[in-house]
T-cell receptor, first 107, second 113 residues
Framework: DAKTTQPPSMDCAEGRAANLPCNHS???????VYWYRQIHSQGPQYIIHGLKNNETNEMASLIITEDRKSSTLILPHATLRDTAVYYC????????FGKGTMLLVSP | ETGVTQTPRHLVMGMTNKKSLKCEQHLGHNAMYWYKQSAKKPLELMFVYNFKEQTENNSVPSRFSPECPNSSHLFLHLHTLQPEDSALYLC????????????FGSGTRLTVV
């Protein structure tokens, strides 16, 4: 499974876009990049995933670099409820998680 | 509710007790997982089941014993635990092994005294 590196914390003003980076330089060709988030004391929640192409859903957008060594999760209009730990993960048969990024959205 | 239900939500047990954690999903998923989340540590994958068969055991001590009677239910039997086993235990499921749209339960907060 790919080893991932994320900044430990980030701040974002409410209503602004939150851009969360992730390095996954060891990812192999058939491993997807997954993003989850965990609000305090709850189970992680799936956000989005991608292989090569950029992806968008109702929650977020995922931008994957052409060499697939890094990606960025974009929350276009962050709200207070988006305050959580965000995990980037790569894997083939199972997922492993790093320490994630604590995103704090402030008024 | 995510579709994955874990019970109990909180559990306090002594080191000589035997208890079980339960996970149930009716999403039609065929793969189920146990993760452990200790304070200020990443989630650690413990066990993986695919179509009721255990496919992965990440060097978990034998005081943790998983059971998967069918694709909808997963148990984690606990006995003679240590205080350092106190953690949030999370169950997850996915359509298939290798299909990573995991759905997690809310977890069981375990405290060993």
């Amino acid at each position: 499974d790919a080893k991932t590196t994320q900044p430990p914390s980030m701040d974002c003003a409410e209503g602004r876009a939150a851009n969360l980076p992730c390095n996954h330089s060891t990812i192999s060709g058939n491993e997807y990049v997954y993003w989850y988030r965990q609000i305090h004391s709850q189970g992680p929640q799936y956000i989005i995933h991608g292989l090569k192409n950029n992806e968008t859903n109702e929650m977020a957008s995922l931008i994957i670099t052409e060499d697939r060594k890094s990606s960025t999760l974009i929350l276009p209009h962050a709200t207070l409820r988006d305050t959580a730990v965000y995990y980037c993960s790569g894997g083939y048969s199972t997922l492993t998680f790093g320490k994630g990024t604590m995103l704090l959205v402030s008024p | 509710e995510t579709g994955v239900t874990q019970t109990p939500r909180h559990l306090v047990m002594g080191m000589t007790n035997k208890k079980s954690l339960k996970c149930e999903q009716h999403l039609g998923h065929n793969a189920m997982y146990w993760y452990k989340q200790s304070a200020k540590k990443p989630l650690e994958l413990m066990f993986v089941y695919n179509f009721k068969e255990q496919t992965e055991n990440n060097s978990v001590p034998s005081r943790f014993s998983p059971e998967c009677p069918n694709s909808s239910h997963l148990f984690l039997h606990l006995h003679t635990l240590q205080p350092e086993d106190s953690a949030l235990y999370l169950c997850a499921s996915s359509q298939e092994l290798g299909r990573h749209g995991y759905t997690f339960g809310s977890g069981t907060r375990l405290t060993v005294v």
